[in-house]
């Protein structure tokens, strides 16, 4: 069965830099589309990025470019989001996920696996 496990989260003031890593135990992790979603207390998940199997194409919400990368190690079965320029409306719980079908999707309807969450929470 696939796991993902989502580490890096913390405090951090606005202005501020975080690194997300997730770890993936799937087999053949490569074949696989990857995205970052994140849930705020009382929203639904939320659409960060996404980045295709060789990581070769990215996509990014409007709320996010410019200021977070999404990169993938897959010699390490990794993937990251670098998260600069932070704000409080960036705080939430962030979940890597898997698609496993290369939908390519902004939707979580579209992805099959997601990890635990860990808490960003970003003070002004």
């Known amino acids: 069965q696939v796991q993902l496990v989502e580490s890096g989260g913390g405090l951090v003031q606005a202005g501020g830099s975080l690194r997300l890593s997730c770890a993936a135990s799937?087999?053949?992790?490569?074949?696989?589309?990857m995205g970052w979603f994140r849930q705020a207390p009382g929203k639904e998940r939320e659409f960060v990025a996404v980045i295709n199997r060789s990581g070769g194409s990215t996509s990014y919400a409007d709320s996010v470019k410019g200021r977070f990368t999404i990169s993938r190690d897959n010699t390490k079965n990794a993937v990251y989001l670098q998260m600069n320029n932070l704000e409080p409306e960036d705080t939430a719980v962030y979940y890597c996920a898997m698609d496993k079908n290369l939908v390519f999707s902004r939707r979580p309807t579209n992805y099959d696996y997601w990890g635990q969450g860990t808490q960003v929470t970003v003070s002004s």
């Open positions: 799937a087999h053949f992790f490569s074949s696989f589309h």
